[in-house]
Structure formats: structure tokens, C-alpha cells
């Protein structure tokens, strides 16, 4: 903790700026796996990248559930970045938080974060800001005497008055916290673990209840956190926002890791930079596509392919011809840049029991 701090002091002018991290994306679409490289600005004069916290292979199960919350999780997190954690309901995401906080044990694995061992009640609290889905707080209480306990507990509880006046709360401090709209309160949670200075923060959830303004903004005071040398684990469901405010994205599916990897390279683990998108479309549309040697995934009702732009737009034309002539049957065409949701429906649906090495970031 005290080296951090001092290289914060420092500006981190010791620091080089172009070692590359290397970890693994899965290539979805030939079926292979390659590496990335990707340019950290945190890095040692000989190379190596600092991380903050480190889960190495983490299991849990629940009893009763057929299948483990979390199975041989992986991954670092280093100082200085956004990581956003991608998945369904039930892919494991709010227990590999907890576990990483302190706040569940693992079955197996271990957990680090500065060096420290994560147990519950341990140390590595100090290092820590931690923000649920639900926040807890007692109704009966106003935003500055919330406020006002959370700073007590430390003895530099950093700059409070800049927190409040970021994230809108500085006209509400004397309301009550359970006249708050969950917006509102949302916002008092995120400042809350805020508080203390937190070298990692890990936010379940954050923008839940925001507004699209509130959202951007609250993604922005967090970018100016990271731009401090804070690390930020932050999960969310909605994937338009994971992709424009990610350093790097984790891609959890019944509690295995996918995807792990910066926006452009999860984008392009799925073999093309466009997607055509047929719904309600046929069993005869789908083997139309097979005999032309295409790859198209099913998604109940509708199928996606997956290529490079031009051979899709030709490939558009070719199914709308096919149609009029009444060999196919579908509702709609639809056609545009590949987005996080067609690589996860690949990755869930081509690859289901694929798990990748967690990389620094």
C-alpha cells in the first residue's frame, strides 16, 4: 500500500509505457486460440505488470445447485484500469465480487489483493471500496450523517467534498436516505466506497436505477478514479455500456470466463467486424446458409452470421433474392457492425463449456 501511494505521490515518473500485456481471446469463429497484445499504461521498468488484486482458480457451489457458481475463475486486475464484468443472471458474477471483497469464502482457489490474502474480516479491507446491489443503509438516516459515519472509520478519508460534489449529492445531504430515489441512492452507495481512498473498487451493478445521463456520468467520475491509478471491477448487464467504457472486458457463462481481453479484441473473436441478422427465419433459411458454407447461429426464432462486411452485404442480397423467389422464410433483414451481444450469443452457443486464462489489465 505504501509503495502505491508513493507512486502516486510520484506521478509514477519511473514508470515505462509501452510493455504490452499478452493475454488469451478465443477465436470463436476459426476455432482456435490466439493471443492479444494490449498497451497498459502501468508498467515495471523490467516489464512486468503490477496487479492489485489476483483471483487464482476459484470455485464455488452452492448447495442444491447442479452446477458450480464459479469454476476455476482466474484473473488480475491491475492499477489504473476499468474492468467490466459481462454475463447473464447466474453466470457467477456477483459471487466471484463477493469472494474477491471478502464477503464470501471460495470452496477452492485463492484470493489476493496487495500482496494480502482475502479472508473475511481481513486486511484487505483497507485497499478496498465495495458497493452492492442492495445497499443496506438504515432508512432513518440522512445523507451527511451516512456520510459522516462511513468517513469516521478512516483516519484519511480523502477528498469527501469532491465525491459528493461529482456524483450530484452535495444539494442532498440533508434528505433522508430512504426519500432517495434508487437513483439517488445508487449514487450514495458509489460515493460511500468511494470513500477512504480505495485503491480497488468493485461495484455490483453501479448504474442500476440511473438515468442515461446519470449513467455517463457516473462512468466518467470513475474514469477520472482510474485516471488517479484506482482499479475499478465493475459489472454490469447492460453490453452498449460495457463496450464504451471498458479498458477491458470479462465475459463470465455459468461461472466459466470466456472472454477476457480489451473491447476490439472481444469484438473480434468472433471472426468479422459485421453481422447480418435474420428473425423468425426458417429451418430452410439456416441450411440455405449451411450449403453456402456460412456459420449461422441459432437464437430461438432468429439466426446471426457473423463476417467481414462486404462478403455479408453481398450475402444479404443473395437471401433476399432466394426469398422472393419463395425458397426461404424469414421476417426481417437486419445488417450492421458486430456488437458484445452477437459475440457472447457465439461464444455461449458455439463454445458452452470454453473457458479462456484471466490476463493483467
Not at 340 to 355: G, I, Q, R, W
Request: hydrophobic fraction near 40%; aromatic fraction near 4%.
Amino acid at each position: 500500500m505504501v509503495l502505491l501511494l508513493l507512486l502516486l505521490v510520484l506521478g509514477f515518473d519511473f514508470l515505462e509505457t509501452t510493455t504490452q500485456a499478452v493475454w488469451v481471446v478465443p477465436d470463436f469463429a476459426g476455432g482456435v486460440t490466439h493471443t492479444n497484445t494490449y498497451t497498459h499504461p502501468l508498467t515495471t521498468r523490467n516489464g512486468y505488470l503490477m496487479t492489485i488484486a489476483t483471483l487464482t482458480n476459484v470455485s464455488k457451489r452452492y448447495p442444491g445447485i447442479d452446477r458450480p457458481a464459479l469454476e476455476n475463475l482466474s484473473l488480475s486486475i491491475m492499477p489504473g484500469s476499468i474492468v467490466v464484468l459481462v454475463g447473464a443472471n447466474g453466470s457467477g458474477k456477483t459471487t466471484a465480487m463477493e469472494i474477491l471483497s471478502g464477503l464470501r469464502e471460495a470452496d477452492s482457489g485463492s484470493v489476493v489483493i496487495n500482496g494480502r490474502k482475502v479472508v473475511p474480516g481481513g486486511q484487505h479491507r483497507y485497499d478496498i471500496g465495495v458497493q452492492l446491489q442492495e445497499g443496506g443503509l438504515p432508512q432513518r438516516l440522512k445523507v451527511k450523517e451516512a456520510v459522516r459515519s462511513v468517513s469516521a472509520l478512516y483516519q484519511d478519508p480523502g477528498p469527501v467534498d469532491s465525491i459528493l460534489h461529482q456524483l450530484g449529492l452535495t444539494d442532498r445531504m440533508n434528505q433522508m436516505v430512504d426519500r432517495l430515489s434508487g437513483g439517488w441512492q445508487r449514487r450514495l452507495d458509489i460515493a460511500l466506497a468511494c470513500v477512504g481512498r480505495p485503491q480497488l473498487l468493485i461495484l455490483d451493478e453501479p448504474s442500476s436505477g440511473l438515468d442515461p445521463m446519470a449513467r455517463a456520468e457516473m462512468w466518467e467520475f470513475l474514469r477520472s478514479l482510474r485516471s488517479r491509478g484506482t482499479a475499478v471491477l465493475a459489472s454490469t448487464h447492460d453490453l452498449t455500456e460495457a463496450e464504451a467504457f471498458a479498458d477491458r472486458l470479462l465475459l463470465l457463462h455459468q461461472g466459466k470466463l470466456l472472454l477476457d481481453g480489451t473491447v476490439p479484441q472481444v469484438l473480434a473473436s468472433a471472426g468479422g467486424e459485421w453481422r447480418i441478422r435474420l428473425t423468425e427465419a426458417s429451418d430452410q433459411t439456416e441450411a440455405f446458409l449451411r450449403n453456402r458454407g456460412e456459420r449461422p447461429l441459432r437464437q430461438g426464432e432468429n439466426i446471426s452470421v457473423v463476417g467481414e462486411r462486404h462478403h455479408l452485404e453481398r450475402l444479404s442480397r443473395d437471401i433476399d433474392l432466394e426469398r422472393a423467389a419463395g425458397g426461404l422464410s424469414y421476417s426481417d433483414l437486419l445488417s450492421g457492425p458486430i456488437r458484445l451481444e452477437d459475440v457472447y450469443a457465439y461464444a455461449a452457443n458455439l463454445t458452452p463449456t470454453a473457458s479462456t486464462s484471466g490476463g493483467s489489465s
